[in-house]
């Protein structure tokens, strides 16, 4: 067990940089998730971390031992390093059977054969596969594979774990309930691990932290609930949460004192709170986000002042509510996302209760003050 | 039921008939080889025998006894020694890739290109100076080294196949490369390795010319060359010949009925 600490990892493939000067930090028993789009660089990290490939540039350190640094000559070869690997075919190995496989790397390190079986039957027993144990993996279902390769891996107590899309091969209802039994065995086990997903839903709901990682750059570290709530840029706001964050264009002006922003089809007054935190911002050019739970939806529109000021008059706003046409409502169980347009750009609200809504209807919006994200559309840095 | 359309009934007397045709030489090879020396000029080659007689085959399989031995002696050791080093030269350029191994990699397939004609000369060049020329041995040496870049490219190209996950999981679980060739890529050569010695099989079994240059005397003859001898010094005795052609063909012809659909493998390469 081992605390993981990367230093300005770079790795490139002739021209193109796969990952470029990625620092991160894993504690000791921490789960960490790396996630990010296909071609991202997180399985780069991974196979990085693991010795897999030799990395160009920085440092990778297991607790207080440097394994990589290419600057030093420092490269551990990956049998050395006492990780253990989960990959996203599981590489079970056909010609050995379920127990064959699980004992595999026991048997490299040439430890007894009693040893070896009582170790493999504790792994099997805490995975509940131990009927499995005599089987070919030819005719396993994934979930079981799935089993098999994270066995082999638990096995030998390694320092960390690296697992890699570990259950992307799985069906929809399997993974919801492999991914909270993987939680659980790795909080029972306590060894650090890294988990690399495209898939932002296993992100939030499995990681201690999470770091998104986008075009071979780490783009936020933290705990869901950051990620979610304080998103540090427009990339993060868009990759984390189902439905998206919704973004509108728009451009920050100062109106009779008041910081607003012009929407083109309406206009988005501030709150006063923002104000003073959205001066520093460099261009004038925004994004208003806002996630889809935060829009209320009402039939009638909301007037906030009696009279809507001149200037405002000539938009189709209300108060601080915009306008928008229902385009269609997707029912997902217990709420449904409805499909919305405003002023040509589409957005997302999600609500329970939907009967009195129908497509086509005309609908007034307005966005919990308190919950709005605005960023820099250059360079999409978060602003508020 | 359906009655056939006319341009089936066509396809199939079509088919038909080029079966007949290329069945042709290998009737007439049976028939001819149950024949006496006097009926086979007197009938031809394509009538069956009036009295059919065993004594073509007992006799040619007599002078055939120690070539075919010879053969054997050729394909067995070829096989074993090309395949063995094919398997790790193709373990290598596959999963355990280098500097300049592709490089490597193409100047091997590309001993596949040369002819043997070109190679006759400086052949019996080496072999006598070594002592060999005349002998079986020569031919030995030579189907085990000939048999390595073939058997290399049939690994490589299978070994393609196996996922390279196979190879990481097992670096990280601490296997070396040799203890992955051995518990990981050994176990699943099974197809590889019946493709590789079918291929040499063929090749080694019904090469003509290097047992021709390379060996002399009937004990260091291959089966081949021995049965070109049978064809007779003054009277051209085709029922033996074509006695001898049959026992030559009939264990490739076995292979490729049984194992007909690896040795396709092997020639498509996948």
């Known amino acids: ?384 | 039921m359906k009655t056939p359309k006319l341009s089936r009934i066509i396809l199939y007397i079509l088919l038909g008939l080029f079966a007949i045709l290329s069945l042709l030489p290998l009737w007439s090879c049976v028939v001819t080889a149950l024949k006496t020396s006097k009926e086979v000029i007197l009938t031809t080659p394509v009538t069956p025998p009036l009295r059919p007689t065993l004594a073509p085959l007992m006799e040619s399989l007599d002078y055939l006894k120690r070539p075919l031995i010879n053969s054997l002696v050729l394909v067995g050791s070829g096989i074993m020694v090309s395949c063995f080093f094919g398997s790790i030269l193709g373990y290598v350029f596959s999963k355990r890739r280098f500097r300049g191994s592709t490089s490597l990699l193409i100047l091997v397939i590309l001993c596949l290109y040369i002819p043997p004609q070109v190679q006759l000369i400086p052949m019996v060049q080496t072999m006598s100076k070594m002592g060999l020329h005349g002998d079986l041995g020569s031919l030995v040496l030579l189907y085990m080294l000939f048999g390595i870049p073939m058997c290399t490219f049939i690994f490589k190209t299978l070994y393609d196949e196996v996922p390279d996950s196979f190879i990481n999981a097992a670096k990280v679980d601490g296997a070396g490369t040799w203890t992955i060739y051995r518990r990981i890529m050994l176990p699943l050569s099974v197809i590889p390795f019946v493709v590789a010695a079918l291929l040499q099989v063929t090749v080694i079994w019904n090469d003509y010319i290097w047992g021709l240059v390379l060996t002399v005397g009937k004990a260091n003859l291959p089966v081949t060359v021995a049965m070109a001898n049978l064809k007779g010094s003054f009277v051209a005795e085709w029922n033996l010949q074509m006695a001898g052609a049959l026992w030559v063909a009939l264990p490739t012809l076995i292979i490729f009925i049984f194992l007909g659909k690896y040795i396709m493998r092997g020639y498509a390469g996948m």
């Open chain 1, 1 to 384: 067990m081992a605390s993981l600490t990367i230093k300005g990892l770079t790795k490139r493939y002739g021209e193109t940089a796969a990952v470029e000067n990625l620092d991160l930090e894993v504690k000791d028993k921490e789960f960490v998730v790396l996630v990010g789009p296909s071609g991202c660089g997180k399985t780069t990290t991974l196979n990085s971390i693991a010795g897999l490939i030799e990395i160009d540039e920085g440092e990778i350190w297991f607790g207080d031992e440097l394994v990589t640094s290419p600057e030093h000559g420092i490269f551990k070869i990956p049998q050395k390093r006492e990780v253990a690997m989960v990959f996203q075919d599981y590489a079970i190995y056909p010609h050995m059977t379920v127990f064959g496989n699980i004992a595999f790397p026991l048997e490299i390190r040439r430890i007894n054969k009693r040893e070896i079986e009582a170790r493999v039957k504790k792994t099997a027993q805490l995975l509940e596969i131990e009927e499995l144990l005599n089987r070919k993996p030819k005719a396993l279902s994934g979930g079981q594979r799935q089993r098999i390769a994270l066995g082999r891996a638990m096995v030998r107590d390694p320092r960390i774990f690296l697992l890699d899309e570990p259950l992307a091969n799985l069906d929809a209802k399997l993974r919801v309930h492999a991914r909270v039994e993987l939680k659980e065995l790795q909080q029972e086990l306590g060894v650090t691990t890294i988990f690399v997903t495209h898939d932002q839903v296993e992100a939030m709901t499995m990681g201690d932290r999470i770091a998104v990682m986008n075009d071979g750059h780490l783009e936020q570290v933290g705990t869901p609930a950051e990620l979610y709530h304080n998103p540090r840029n427009r990339f993060v706001a868009g990759f984390i949460g189902s439905p998206p964050m919704n973004m509108l264009e728009g451009r920050l002006e100062e109106k009779n004192g008041d910081l607003v922003i012009d929407l083109k089809f309406c206009i988005y007054e501030l709150p006063k709170k923002a104000r003073e935190l959205i001066k520093k911002a460099a261009s004038s050019e925004v994004i208003l986000g806002i996630r889809p739970e935060n829009i209320v939806i009402t039939k009638e529109s909301k007037r906030r002042r009696p009279e809507p000021r001149p200037e405002h008059s000539r938009r189709a706003v209300e108060g601080n509510s915009l306008e928008a046409t229902v385009v269609h409502i997707e029912l997902t169980g217990k709420e449904s996302n409805v499909h919305l347009e405003a002023g040509g750009s589409p957005l997302i609200a999600i609500r329970s209760s939907t009967q009195d809504l129908r497509a086509g209807d005309k609908v007034w919006l307005s966005l919990d003050e308190e919950k709005i994200h605005v960023f820099d559309q250059k360079s999409g840095e978060a602003l508020l």
